[in-house]
């Protein structure tokens, strides 16, 4: 029996080309599963197909007339091999693919290996039933409704984030997928030698996992390529996507065999909603059963009406409560988040960081390249982000702010006579913040009403 150290696969050996003119239409080949199910949809499989259930229908007919797309009858009608099932190849993978290109060219072999011929993909499957199918899906279904759910209360996929980025070590990561893909692994062994039989080589059921999962090992452990587990996770819980349908179809084999694509459809969510689930659910064990403290339980807006700016939105502003600068950048780089982005109360993302007093997220804003928020804007009340860290009293805050050139030390709030952060730390008495406002060139001349900074002092020193 091998370990499942010998069970893993490379992403270099799983990819082959095959010319496909268009995506094969994946939204209608996954399903409710049965009659029971017909009131527990998928979030974002159930409108992939519909499995019949009636007594005395054939399988292979009733999918040939209720699930198959007309873009898969089409190639079948040619006698060409089907296409690679999804996008022509999805955007994390072409480097790693560029960049094992010349070695790919020496693996012939092991691609082969990879990549049984047609017949030997015929005979993988050839035992394979719907009852086995139908109980893939049906535990997709469970394990993506719980990780919808709780992807959508209070700060979870912020912290579960955090938590994979910058707390998982690399050794402890590799071992827990290790872990979940071997167990996967010996589903697929009493899946298909259960069924099929004994006669069935190790190397064929290799060749199933790398084409229905072929992110691992390379994609999921390279740190080039690290958001691909959040971004698939994001697909799993949030509004159905192009991107989310792209995810499910992404699998890299060929056949003609419209029976077994729809298989292996099938078995690709299964082993992505079982992974992705696992991997969460390690991470609940983790940590505390009760919820931290700081953050509300509950989303203010439904998990199932909530529009997907609002999502990002407020898992940014999460991240910067919780300083974490590393869930920030994933969802600015990878264009989830507006820089330019405001709360109800008008107030950015630097200001935010100031109220927070996070001074960490305030230097990636320093060393971040444009576009970057607005260090002078004024929220609701009228007050800059200046003005804030008058309020708080924290002269680290300050010194930051100070920083960026684009900072208007004499910024003034209209809605309160024109008052400078420099009047404000006057009439608040914060000497230390005084200091350091005069030491950035703030003009002790500019007027709030009648009075300027030197004669507010006065006032103050005087007690009028």
Request: one cysteine or more; glycine letters at 4%; charged letters at 20%.
């Amino acid at each position: 029996m091998e370990t499942m150290r010998d069970r893993r696969t490379t992403l270099g050996s799983c990819h082959i080309s095959v010319k496909g003119e268009d995506d094969v239409d994946s939204n209608k080949l996954l399903c409710r599963v049965n009659k029971r199910q017909q009131q527990k949809e998928i979030p974002h499989l159930s409108d992939m197909c519909s499995w019949s259930n009636k007594p005395g229908v054939d399988f292979n007919r009733s999918l040939h007339k209720e699930l198959f797309s007309s873009e898969i009858k089409n190639y079948l009608s040619k006698a060409d091999p089907l296409p690679h099932i999804g996008n022509k190849m999805l955007p994390y993978l072409r480097k790693s693919t560029r960049r094992n290109s010349t070695k790919a060219a020496g693996q012939k072999d092991s691609v082969n290996m990879l990549f049984p011929a047609k017949e030997h993909f015929a005979k993988i499957f050839c035992g394979l039933n719907e009852a086995l199918v139908s109980d893939w899906l049906e535990r997709a279904i469970y394990s993506i409704n719980d990780l919808r759910e709780w992807c959508h209360i209070g700060d979870n996929f912020v912290r579960f984030a955090n938590f994979w980025l910058s707390e998982l070590p690399y050794k402890q990561k590799l071992n827990l997928l290790q872990l979940e893909m071997g167990l996967f692994d010996d589903e697929l062994q009493s899946a298909f030698f259960e069924e099929v039989g004994a006669e069935l080589e190790f190397s064929h059921l290799h060749s199933v996992r790398s084409a229905t999962l072929c992110e691992y090992p390379e994609v999921l452990l390279n740190d080039e390529t690290k958001y691909v587990f959040l971004d698939y996770l994001n697909l799993m819980s949030s509004e159905q996507t192009i991107e989310y349908k792209k995810m499910l179809s992404g699998l890299k084999c060929t056949t003609n065999n419209l029976q077994i694509a729809l298989w292996l459809l099938a078995l690709r969510a299964f082993a992505l909603a079982n992974l992705w689930h696992a991997v969460v659910k390690f991470y609940k064990a983790m940590v505390s059963s009760q919820p931290p403290p700081g953050l509300p339980n509950k989303s203010s807006v439904s998990a199932t009406r909530k529009q997907k700016s609002d999502l990002f939105k407020e898992r940014a502003f999460q991240s910067i409560q919780l300083g974490y600068i590393d869930v920030l950048h994933y969802l600015i780089k990878g264009h989830q988040i507006d820089p330019y982005v405001v709360d109800e109360n008008n107030r950015n993302m630097i200001f935010l960081s100031v109220i927070h007093n996070q001074p960490k997220i305030l230097e990636y804003f320093l060393d971040m390249d444009s576009p970057i928020p607005n260090v002078n804007q004024a929220a609701e009340n009228g007050n800059t982000p200046l003005h804030a860290a008058v309020n708080i009293r924290k002269t680290d805050i300050m010194s930051l702010l100070l920083r960026f050139a684009e900072i208007d030390v004499n910024a003034p709030n209209y809605q309160c006579n024109g008052a400078t952060a420099l009047h404000l730390a006057i009439v608040y008495g914060h000497l230390d913040i005084c200091y350091l406002l005069l030491k950035a060139a703030a003009d002790p001349e500019i007027q709030m009403g009648e009075l300027t900074p030197l004669q507010l002092a006065q006032h103050m020193v005087n007690g009028t």
